[in-house]
T-cell receptor
Framework: DGGITQSPKYLFRKEGQNVTLSCEQN?????MYWYRQDPGQGLRLIYY???????QKGDIAEGYSVSREKKESFPLTVTSAQKNPTAFYLC????????FGPGTRLLVL | AQTVTQSQPEMSVQEAETVTLSCTYD???????LFWYKQPPSRQMILVIR????KQQNATENRFSVNFQKAAKSFSLKISDSQLGDAAMYFC??????????WGAGTKLIIKP
């Protein structure tokens, strides 16, 4: 079954720590997206990638970094520069099939 | 630039009645897709309905149907026979031929028993 997996489901970050959220897809899609969602709010675009080894900043890229070394993988790093990282993070890869991963909830200790 | 607007932050409907959620968009493209997604408290994004812009016929999925007005750039979602399980955030989304996604701000749907 093709789809998108995100791990972990819950992630805890300590002050000053970088953490990486995983997003993998076996849909053979070129485009992948990272969104942040705060409670009761819509989706805000962090980064997106239309092709391997290329990615673009979205609306709220500050404090985040990504890489796209493989078509299947688009990890998101939440750096210590992101002062308010507590949120729900969704990875998406639109095309045929279900385009969203299940999400990762990031909490700060 | 493409935009998607959902003008209703919150809507409520009595169980078993019909409700319509509005969505307008702006684009200069002729080839694109439109979606309605449901996000229940679990936060999982669930595809409700999808419409290809080149299709004139409005998409329908059981109790869910859309009114797609391409010239007016309008894409409203009608939910018939509302059920308690329909309560969720509903997002309208636009996708162009390069798979670039643009999202509306969402509409919270409340179902009154």
């Amino acid at each position: 079954d093709g789809g998108i997996t995100q791990s972990p489901k819950y992630l805890f970050r300590k002050e000053g720590q970088n953490v990486t959220l995983s997003c993998e897809q076996n849909l053979n899609h070129d485009a992948m997206y990272w969104y942040r969602q705060d409670p009761g709010q819509g989706l805000r675009l962090i980064y997106y990638s239309q092709i391997v080894n290329d990615f673009q900043k979205g609306d709220i890229a500050e404090g985040y970094s990504v890489s796209r070394e493989k078509k299947e993988s688009f990890p998101l790093t939440v750096t210590s520069a992101q002062k308010n990282p507590t949120a729900f993070y969704l990875c998406a890869s639109p095309g045929q099939g279900k385009p969203f991963g299940p999400g990762t909830r990031l909490l700060v200790l | 630039a493409q935009t998607v607007t959902q003008s209703q932050p919150e809507m409520s409907v009595q169980e078993a009645e019909t409700v319509t959620l509005s969505c307008t968009y702006d684009t200069s493209e002729s080839d694109y897709y439109l979606f309605w997604y449901k996000q229940p408290p679990s936060r999982q994004m669930i595809l409700v309905i999808r419409q290809e812009a080149y299709k004139q016929q409005n998409a329908t999925e059981n109790r869910f149907s859309v009114n797609f007005q391409k010239a007016a750039k309008s894409f409203s979602l009608k939910i018939s026979d509302s059920q308690l399980g329909d309560a969720a955030m509903y997002f309208c989304a636009y996708m162009d031929s390069n798979y670039q996604l643009i999202w509306g701000a969402g509409t919270k749907l409340i179902i009154k028993p």
